[in-house]
């Protein structure tokens, strides 16, 4: 991966070197989580379709092989209890004192822009007292058009933004107010570390429009 991914990483030394820490960035396309791991010393967890890995047959088990060893945490996140699913997984690595990263947005970007927050990623910091480092992938999308097929090599910058802790709103995590502007904080530190244009509306449903 490494070699097919040059990747020049900036910043890396605003994640702690122990503790819960949340990776919180954009998200341009699929191969986004597979070159995280690549670019710090702490093993990065992150939520994934648990499809990936319950594949029958050699492929499935070289799927599910992968993904469990690049840190993916298989979750059921259809229907309406997948979200809550995919909360209380994060919390438990988290508390765990591990690295937990997310994308706030949700979902990919569908045209190469920033969309707006979810704010599970407030809810994770403000139940954990986790500090979050936001990031930026920057290429991605140029090695994997559309998220889809086989990527192509070449270079990928990621560039991580100085640790954010939220201590000053412990105990509010069930305030929609607090909740928002935790949010909105974050993805503006994502939104400059990426130099991408700001939507304010959810990705998912600009992919619906």
């Known amino acids: ?25 954009n998200h341009l396309t699929f191969i986004d989580s597979v070159i995280m791991p690549l670019t710090c010393d702490r093993q990065v ?9 319950t594949g029958k047959g050699i492929k ?11 840190g993916m945490v298989p979750v059921d996140r259809d229907g309406g209890r997948g979200g809550v699913a995919a ?4 919390r438990r690595i988290l508390e765990e004192g591990h690295v937990f990263g ?11 822009r920033l969309y707006r927050g979810r704010t599970g990623i407030a ?7 986790a500090p979050v480092v936001p990031f930026a992938v920057i290429g991605t999308d140029k090695l994997q058009p559309g998220g889809a097929g ?7 910058t990621v560039r991580f933004g100085e640790a954010m802790e939220f201590s000053r709103y412990e105990g509010m995590d069930r305030d929609r107010y607090v909740l928002r ?18 939507v304010d509306m959810y990705a998912s449903k600009a992919k619906a429009a």
Request: proline share 7%; charged share 20%; net charge neutral.
């Open 1 to 25: 991966m490494r070699l097919m991914f040059r990747t020049r990483v900036e910043g890396v030394e605003n994640i702690p070197g122990d503790g819960p820490v949340i990776l919180a960035g």
């Open 45 to 53: 967890f992150f939520i994934g379709k648990d499809e990936y890995v």
């Open 60 to 70: 499935g088990r070289l799927m599910a092989w992968f993904f469990t060893g690049v």
């Open 87 to 90: 909360l209380m997984t994060g």
């Open 102 to 112: 997310i994308y706030p947005e949700g979902t990919r970007s569908p045209d190469g």
């Open 123 to 129: 809810r994770l910091t403000l139940m954990t007292g």
């Open 150 to 156: 086989l990527p192509r090599p070449g270079r990928v």
């Open 181 to 198: 502007a935790v949010t909105d904080s974050v993805m503006t530190e994502v939104m400059r570390l990426s130099g991408q244009e700001y």
